[in-house]
Structures are given as structure tokens and as C-alpha cells.
């Protein structure tokens, strides 16, 4: 009887030690862990889909630290900092968009970058945004809507309508001369109205503008490319 109560405390014994072992190292081990970029960008979904929108930034930017080229996670993030009114921050993460190409570029998240600026008093950076949208569209008259409904807010603006206030950007897009000159051709129509003579005008000088740059008619002085950030969605407009 005595041998087999040792029997079966040393078994318990065992299986006790054995547990606490296997704890240990489950403990260990997990303290150890290194979660990679993806692990975070799921764990930040989670967040958000838990409604932590402000802790899923801090863990979007936990993913970037260890992957600064993971744009689903920056996508995600910017997202959350544009929406959370963390305008500054936001400007960062649509700056690396801008300087991204071709994947992204100045067309990318356009529309919540150059509202951005207008929320941090960049107006006419912001207006710069506009003017380079359009040009990379190869015509944009919703665009072109907005920028004339600003300067009836900022009259100073007026001036920055012509090309010449923005040779870098005419240069930077003078291939797309032919696609703007027969996107103004358009408003030549009749049935659009005198309104749209103004559209007419103002495609037909950059169009104007982006020949004389291609056939060396003019001197640039300044550089040729632009290292602000533009917003970014596609703007699709039917005529």
C-alpha cells in the first residue's frame, strides 16, 4: 500500500513539475515572440473594427516601424489620422503618397490632402494641389470648379489661374499638351453654355502653355519638379 501511494505522489509530482515546465515555457516563449508588419496590420483592423480608432493608429504605426514600405498599413492609418482631425500627421503619411510613383503620385488621395491643407491654412498650397490635379488628369473641370469657388474666398488667388504661376508644373506635364488642348475642344460646344467658355480658356492657355514648353519656346528658371503632396482619389468627370 506504501509502494503504490509513492507511485502515485511521484506521478503527481511529475505531472505538477512537467506543468509548471510546459508554463514556463509558453511564458517564455511568447515573451519572445516577434510579431512581423502583418501581424499588426491585422491587429489594427481589429481595433477599428472594435471602434479603437485611436489605438488602431498607434498599432498601423507599430506595423510601419517594422515595414516603412507596407502602404496598406500607411493607407490605413492616414485614413484614421485625416478622420480624426490629426491634419499634421495626416500631411506625412499623403506626402509619402505624393513622392510615390508610380503607384501613387500627386493623384493620390487628392481630395483629403488638399483639404488637409485647408484646415492647416496652407490655402495656396492647397490651390497649387488643385492646379496640379488638373494637369495630371489632362483636364478636370470639377477641379477646376472648385478652384474658381475659391477664389471668389481668396481673390488674392486670381493671379495663380495663369500658367505662367506655375512653370514648374507646366513643364513637369508638358506630354499631356494634346490631351488638354482636346479636352478644352470640348467646351467649344455650344449646348455647355457661356460658362463654359471660362473652361474653354483656361485648358486651352495650359494646353497652349505645355507646346511652347515641349518645343523649347520657353526658358524654365525654376525646377522642375514639385515635392508637395497632392490628395488623392480619382475624380472621374462626364461630358
Known amino acids: 500500500m506504501k509502494k503504490i501511494l509513492s507511485v502515485i505522489f511521484c506521478s503527481i509530482a511529475l505531472i505538477s513539475f512537467g506543468s509548471v515546465a510546459f508554463s514556463k515555457q ?16 491585422n491587429l489594427g483592423k481589429d481595433y477599428e473594427w472594435k471602434n479603437n480608432k485611436l489605438g488602431a493608429i498607434d498599432i498601423y ?8 514600405d507596407f502602404d496598406e498599413a500607411r493607407e490605413a492609418r492616414v485614413k484614421l489620422l485625416y478622420f480624426n482631425g490629426r491634419y499634421s500627421q495626416a500631411m506625412e503619411d499623403f506626402n509619402y503618397f505624393y513622392n510615390k510613383l508610380p503607384k501613387y503620385g500627386p493623384s493620390a488621395f487628392y481630395q483629403f490632402r488638399i483639404n488637409s491643407k485647408l484646415q492647416l491654412g496652407m ?41 505662367s504661376a506655375h512653370t514648374d508644373l507646366i513643364y513637369k506635364y508638358r506630354a499631356k499638351a ?62
Do not use: W
Not at 26 to 41: G, I, L
Not at 61 to 68: E, F, G, N, R, S
Not at 181 to 194: H, I, Q, S, T
Open 26 to 41: 509558453k511564458n517564455v516563449s511568447s515573451v519572445n515572440t516577434v510579431h512581423d508588419a502583418q501581424y499588426y496590420m
Open 61 to 68: 504605426t507599430k506595423a510601419l516601424q517594422i515595414d516603412p
Open 123 to 163: 490655402i495656396e498650397e492647397a490651390f497649387d494641389d488643385m492646379y496640379e490635379v488638373v494637369l495630371v488628369y489632362g483636364g478636370q473641370a470639377k477641379v477646376l470648379d472648385e478652384m474658381f469657388a475659391m477664389i471668389q474666398q481668396y481673390p488674392a488667388l486670381q493671379y495663380r489661374l495663369c500658367p
Open 178 to 239: 494634346k490631351l488638354m488642348d482636346d479636352y478644352a475642344e470640348v467646351f467649344l460646344d455650344e449646348k455647355y453654355g457661356m460658362k463654359n467658355m471660362q473652361y474653354y480658356k483656361f485648358f486651352h492657355d495650359v494646353a497652349k502653355a505645355m507646346t511652347s514648353m515641349m518645343n523649347g519656346q520657353e526658358v524654365l528658371e525654376v525646377s522642375p519638379y514639385r515635392y508637395s503632396p497632392s490628395e488623392g482619389s480619382t475624380v472621374e468627370v462626364t461630358y
